[in-house]
Nanobody, 111 residues
Framework: QVQLLQSGGGLVQAGGSLSLPCVVSGDTISRYILRWYRQAPGKDREFVAE???????VFADSARGRFTISRDNSKNTMYLQMNNLKPEGTAVYYCNSADLWGQGTQVTVSS
């Protein structure tokens, strides 16, 4: 059974950085287009970024220039590196591929 396993997150001050890993458990990461979404309190879940097996990446306007995505195929892991975080980035972040979802991880950015 394929699962997306998340860890990381936490509390960071505005302007700080965090890295969120997403592990593809039960299959090979190269098979998957992987996405990040986030859901802030009281708001709909929104797209953040997308990673393809061929290194193509796509970012939402809110993430472009501050966030990067990388993959470590040897660890079956994708990383979302978030820099210069803003308080409006406070949300639960989810790893996704098609109908698979990670369990979510809380990111809180203090002003």
């Amino acid at each position: 059974q394929v699962q997306l396993l998340q860890s990381g997150g936490g509390l960071v001050q505005a302007g700080g950085s965090l890295s969120l890993p997403c592990v593809v458990s039960g299959d090979t990461i190269s098979r998957y287009i992987l996405r990040w979404y986030r859901q802030a309190p009281g708001k709909d879940r929104e797209f953040v970024a997308e990673s393809h097996w061929n290194t193509q990446v796509v970012f939402a306007d809110s993430a472009r220039g501050r966030f990067t995505i990388s993959r470590d195929n040897s660890k079956n892991t994708m990383y979302l590196q978030m820099n210069n975080l803003k308080p409006e980035g406070t949300a639960v972040y989810y790893c996704n591929s098609a109908d698979l979802w990670g369990q979510g991880t809380q990111v809180t950015v203090s002003s």
